[in-house]
């Protein structure tokens, strides 16, 4: 078992996301964050118990701000907010990019500025941990408040509304939670509006983006590697001094990457002997500084 990951402890890692997402990595809420998520929610209900008015939370939303909402009211809007963005359509995305939002959205409530119970983010931590991953279908709204439509499909999970995948099996996200030992829960004021707004569906798409892609990319350099003791290539053209020259982090990151895949190699390094190899890293590369060869390819 992977040791957990402690969500507020420290902000988290691309690698985090990608093991939670990819790998079922554990995932626990620090105690500080929950503090602060105490503290969040209860400046919410202390602005609520002087009758001030906030948006989505005692008003309508869009242009319905205009109406004020008993508390009754208040309650009954978060969980119209997710029957009304149920209808995104197409195939479901894949598990890991849900599961990757799901972890994203526990991020972004750890700091206590959502406004959200703990009891939210708890019943997210049960859905990763529990591997209750909602079906989310692939086109939907995004705009500048967020991934609604996909996020309104996580969230709805919570309720018992929609299916999810549970045990390898598309069901009902009623039965999923019931198999699994839990029980749906009702949104307060606040919180359904805060489980949709926000871009961590297309972060959590991005991130996986980048790490599959940044293996590509990695196999790629050590064929090239390979391919220079193949033909006795000179390794010159990779020297720290040449690339200095260049002054392009990612070529430096490439040529460094490909260094140390030829160090003690008696079959590379006669710069007399041209390949147009060298030319892998004439353009500028995109490879973050200092990351192409911290994680481990797959």
């Avoid at 400046?43 to 002087?50: G, V």
């Avoid at 307060?188 to 926000?198: D, F, R, Y």
């Avoid at 007399?272 to 060298?278: C, E, F, M």
Wanted: aromatic content about 4%; charged content about 20%.
């Amino acid at each position: 078992m992977p040791e957990p990951l402690l969500v507020g402890a420290h902000p988290l890692s691309i690698e985090d996301v990608d093991e939670v997402a990819r790998s079922a990595r554990p995932v626990h809420l620090a105690d500080a964050s929950r503090a602060l998520i105490s503290k969040g929610r209860a400046a919410l209900e202390a602005q609520l118990a002087r009758g001030e008015r906030i948006y989505g939370v005692n008003t309508g939303v869009g242009g319905n701000i205009k109406f004020n909402l008993t508390p009754e009211q208040s309650e009954l809007l978060q969980h119209n907010l997710m029957r009304h963005l149920s209808c995104a359509t197409g195939q479901p995305l894949p598990s890991p990019i849900v599961r990757a939002a799901m972890l994203l959205r526990v991020a972004t409530f750890s700091t206590g500025a959502s406004a959200v119970r703990p009891e939210i983010v708890d019943a997210l931590l049960e859905l990763l941990n529990r591997a209750i991953t909602p079906v989310v279908p692939r086109y939907g709204s995004v705009g500048a408040s967020g991934d609604l439509m996909p996020s309104a499909y996580v969230a709805r999970v919570l309720l018992g509304m929609g299916d999810a995948e549970y045990q390898g099996c598309r069901m009902a996200a009623l039965e999923a939670l019931k198999l699994a030992g839990l029980e749906p829960i009702r949104f307060a004021p606040k919180e359904g509006l805060a489980l949709i707004n926000g871009t961590t569906v297309m972060t959590g798409v991005a991130v996986l983006v980048w790490v599959d892609a940044r293996r590509v990319l990695r196999a790629l350099l050590s064929a090239i590697a390979l391919a220079l003791e193949a033909l006795n290539a000179g390794a010159e053209p990779f020297a720290p001094w040449v690339q200095d020259m260049k002054g392009h982090p990612g070529q430096r990151n490439v040529a460094a990457f490909i260094r140390e895949h030829l160090a003690g190699s008696k079959l590379a390094g006669d710069s007399a002997r041209q390949s147009s190899i060298r030319c892998v890293v004439r353009r500028k590369g995109s490879v973050p500084r200092g990351r192409l060869s911290k994680m481990p390819g797959r």
